[in-house]
């Protein structure tokens, strides 16, 4: 089926309104990044859902957003302020706390894997896996061990990233994450996005305008954009025709969605992607 089929189910997905993609799981009510964000998530029925993957030190792929462990678990208590997930085995990273920073209730979250995620999500939620460090053929060969070829999209801000996971498997969906330092228009990335095999932008909501999506669209490309959270942003992106949305409350924007207000530029734009364009 190749690339193009993740595409084509989120064209069709969108008829009804932009995609909704929860930012890190359902992350305004569970640790971002942890099983339970995501599992709460795949309860209200999200079938798209977005997080950050960096290698540790002993090269297990793991679901953090930073650099350092500090924020999102009690690493500066246990292994001092500071610790880098590079520098850091997956036993230790396992062994911390991932979840009392957000209370006393989620105390005990672990981070978790990109094994781990993928095998919650499977086989209904569409995983968007952001590179944030890593090589590319680790990440290729952990999609396909878990048989999550067809129902994940890897991305990132390193286009080069982008363009080499296409090289070694031309049948996973990527995307190009922007903007970067040297590509600041929506627009601008298209032949970029070509280039690298990508079939969708990813893109910062703020600043975007209607003819800079449609231009993308029209050359068949899915735009998604990060990461809206008000009633005003969810419904102006949705008037904008955008194919998908991050959010931190999926919940609130799945809501919005069934109750038909994010679809009025979804009919005439149903069709202006092409997913089957690389």
């Not at 960096?54 to 924020?71: I, M, Q, S």
């Not at 981070?111 to 095998?119: C, K, M, N, T």
Request: glycine share 8%.
């Amino acid at each position: 089926m190749g690339a193009a089929h993740v595409f084509t189910q989120l064209a069709e997905q969108r008829r009804d309104g932009p995609v909704v993609v929860a930012h890190r799981g359902d992350s305004a009510n569970f640790p971002e990044n942890t099983l339970p964000a995501f599992a709460s998530a795949l309860r209200l029925g999200v079938t798209m859902q977005e997080f950050d993957v960096r290698p540790t030190r002993d090269g297990v792929l793991a679901c953090l957003h930073d650099a350092t462990l500090d924020r999102t678990t009690d690493a500066a208590r246990r292994l001092g302020p500071g610790a880098l997930i590079a520098e850091t085995t997956w036993h230790e990273v396992r062994a911390l706390d991932a979840g009392s920073w957000r209370g006393p209730s989620h105390c005990g979250a672990r981070v978790p894997s990109l094994a781990d995620v993928l095998a919650l999500m499977a086989p209904s939620c569409i995983a968007m896996v952001e590179h944030k460090a890593g090589d590319a053929a680790a990440y290729v060969a952990e999609l396909r061990r878990a048989g999550a070829e067809q129902r994940a999209v890897l991305q990132s801000f390193d286009w080069q990233f982008v363009a080499t996971v296409h090289q070694l498997a031309p049948d996973i969906a990527v995307a190009l994450l922007g903007p970067t330092a040297a590509c600041q228009r929506l627009d601008a990335a298209v032949d970029e996005a070509v280039r690298c095999g990508a079939g969708m932008l990813h893109w910062h909501a703020t600043g975007l305008c209607i003819d800079e999506v449609t231009s993308c669209q029209d050359a068949g490309l899915l735009v998604c954009t990060y990461t809206t959270d008000d009633d005003l942003g969810i419904c102006g992106g949705a008037a904008l025709g955008l194919d998908a949305m991050c959010t931190n409350v999926p919940a609130r924007m799945l809501g919005l969605r069934q109750r038909g207000l994010l679809a009025r530029r979804a009919a005439s734009h149903a069709t202006a992607a092409r997913p089957d364009t690389p």
